[in-house]
């Protein structure tokens, strides 16, 4: 297979040169997990639009941390070991940085399920596992490779991949943080910035949980600034400005529903796809109850109802049915649509409200209130390795 090449490429085979004696490029074609971790790493320098997970990458690191600190990568001997126990490996997962809320997916089945789908032909797995004991071994099949008749042994540089990985990642999601501070501060001077670096989140390849931030952030606004009357009889009537309320994190995968209005009672699901079956799953969550999609594509709402309806004849071919399922679409809200909400509110002065809401959901959803203690454990697991060297 050919090799992604990308920014952090680079850094991955000037990690192995300094290992190998500039033998880097040769131990990037020739080894199936550091091609791995290379796909894995291509979001290292851009920024917050891009996707960081470290689930299957600290899977891989602790993994190869607990196989330096038995001395097998000097010492030899490790088929004798008696593996390493999940406990602690989920909690060593958990003490990096970014990883306090990773579960044991990666450990158990995950990361072995991508690796195969990228390398197909390969004899290994990253991951061996007897779950009897619930012992957990490296594949050192993957770690030891033969370049020119020498064999390296490539645990230490692993390790070293992944760190420099996150502290790329650290930094790009800090400097995020900080163009969005720099934003708030300087809106008032120069307002064409902050609305350009809005419209710039609307995007169809903006990573799925900042458009979330950004699609909340600007139609909490605009409703924000509508209200209702309502009561028991027509004499007693009460006044009430409609409220978004986001129920959680973004892209939790927890069945939940993205954002509720009060008081109307109104749901939205945020969506990147014209699934059929993804819509319909989400109306069924809620029995059918109506639900606003806002959906992360130029495609105008005709065009969405009607892939939406042409998939559903095709699967159910039961009219009724298809027409009870359109009929719970509330609305359909596409990038397009929230450029002109976005333009309304600038229009009614709420610009900068937006920016600052960016910001706070953004701290939630990457949990920047931890960034500092994420920094400290990051020096400590740097220093650790190191005395491990």
Same mark, same amino acid.
């Given at each position: 297979?050919?090799?992604?090449?990308?920014?952090?490429?680079?850094?991955?085979?000037?990690?192995?040169?300094?290992? #190998?004696?500039?033998?880097?490029?040769?131990?990037?074609k #020739?080894?199936?997990?550091?091609? +791995?971790?290379?796909?894995?790493?291509k979001?290292?320098?851009?920024?917050?639009?891009?996707?960081?997970?470290?689930?299957?990458?600290?899977?891989? +690191?602790?993994?190869? $941390? %607990?196989?330096?600190?038995?001395?097998?990568?000097?010492?030899?001997?490790?088929?004798?070991?008696?593996?390493?126990k999940?406990s602690?490996?989920?909690?060593?997962?958990?003490?990096?940085?970014?990883?306090?809320?990773?579960?044991?997916?990666a450990?158990?089945?995950?990361?072995?399920?991508?690796? &195969?789908?990228?390398?197909?032909?390969?004899?290994?797995?990253?991951?061996?596992? %007897?779950? $009897?004991?619930?012992?957990?071994?490296?594949?050192?099949q993957?770690?030891?490779?033969?370049?020119?008749?020498?064999?390296?042994?490539?645990a230490e540089?692993?390790?070293?991949?992944?760190?420099?990985?996150?502290?790329?990642?650290?930094?790009?999601?800090?400097?995020?943080?900080? +163009?969005?501070q720099?934003?708030?501060?300087?809106?008032?001077?120069?307002? $064409?910035?902050?609305?350009?670096?809005?419209?710039?989140?609307?995007?169809?390849?903006?990573?799925?949980?900042?458009?979330?931030?950004?699609?909340?952030?600007?139609?909490?606004?605009?409703?924000?600034?509508?209200?209702?009357?309502?009561?028991?009889?027509?004499?007693?009537?009460?006044?009430?400005?409609?409220?978004?309320?986001?129920?959680?994190?973004?892209?939790?995968?927890?069945?939940?529903?993205d954002?509720?209005?009060?008081?109307?009672?109104?749901?939205?699901?945020?969506?990147?796809?014209?699934?059929?079956?993804?819509?319909?799953?989400?109306? %069924?969550?809620?029995?059918?109850y109506?639900?606003?999609?806002?959906?992360?594509?130029?495609?105008?709402?005709? %065009?969405?109802?009607?892939?939406? #309806?042409?998939?559903?004849?095709?699967? +159910?071919?039961?009219k009724?049915?298809?027409? &009870?399922?359109?009929?719970?679409?509330?609305?359909?809200?596409?990038?397009?649509?929230?450029? $002109?909400?976005?333009?309304?509110?600038? &229009?009614?002065g709420?610009?900068?409200?937006?920016?600052?809401?960016?910001?706070?959901?953004?701290?939630?959803?990457?949990?920047?209130?931890?960034?500092?203690?994420?920094?400290?454990?990051?020096? &400590?697991?740097?220093?650790?390795?190191?005395?491990?060297?």
């Amino acid at each position: 297979m050919s090799i992604l090449r990308h920014d952090f490429t680079d850094e991955i085979i000037k990690i192995l040169d300094m290992k #190998s004696g500039g033998k880097g490029d040769e131990l990037l074609k #020739s080894s199936e997990i550091i091609q +791995y971790l290379n796909i894995k790493t291509k979001a290292a320098n851009r920024g917050s639009k891009s996707r960081a997970g470290f689930a299957n990458h600290y899977a891989i +690191y602790v993994l190869i $941390e %607990d196989y330096l600190n038995g001395g097998f990568a000097i010492g030899g001997n490790y088929s004798d070991y008696e593996g390493a126990k999940f406990s602690d490996l989920f909690r060593r997962q958990r003490e990096l940085p970014f990883g306090g809320k990773l579960q044991n997916h990666a450990l158990n089945h995950r990361l072995n399920e991508e690796f &195969k789908k990228y390398f197909p032909a390969c004899d290994h797995l990253p991951i061996i596992r %007897d779950s $009897e004991s619930n012992r957990y071994w490296i594949n050192e099949q993957l770690i030891i490779v033969s370049v020119d008749g020498q064999m390296f042994n490539l645990a230490e540089s692993i390790i070293e991949i992944i760190e420099s990985y996150v502290r790329a990642r650290q930094s790009a999601f800090s400097e995020f943080m900080q +163009y969005c501070q720099d934003i708030i501060d300087i809106q008032e001077e120069e307002p $064409e910035k902050a609305i350009q670096f809005i419209k710039g989140l609307f995007h169809p390849n903006v990573d799925a949980r900042v458009f979330e931030i950004a699609s909340f952030a600007v139609l909490k606004q605009h409703y924000s600034g509508q209200r209702i009357y309502w009561g028991w009889s027509p004499d007693e009537l009460f006044e009430e400005y409609l409220v978004l309320y986001k129920t959680g994190r973004t892209n939790a995968n927890d069945g939940g529903i993205d954002f509720v209005m009060k008081p109307l009672g109104r749901f939205f699901q945020v969506t990147e796809t014209v699934d059929a079956g993804k819509y319909f799953l989400d109306i %069924d969550k809620v029995q059918r109850y109506p639900i606003t999609f806002v959906v992360k594509t130029n495609d105008s709402e005709e %065009d969405i109802l009607s892939k939406i #309806s042409s998939q559903a004849e095709a699967k +159910y071919q039961i009219k009724a049915i298809v027409k &009870k399922y359109i009929e719970s679409v509330e609305e359909i809200i596409n990038i397009p649509r929230l450029m $002109e909400v976005f333009e309304e509110v600038l &229009k009614s002065g709420l610009g900068a409200k937006v920016i600052e809401e960016i910001v706070l959901q953004s701290r939630v959803e990457f949990n920047v209130e931890a960034e500092e203690q994420d920094v400290l454990v990051f020096k &400590k697991t740097v220093q650790h390795s190191g005395d491990q060297k």
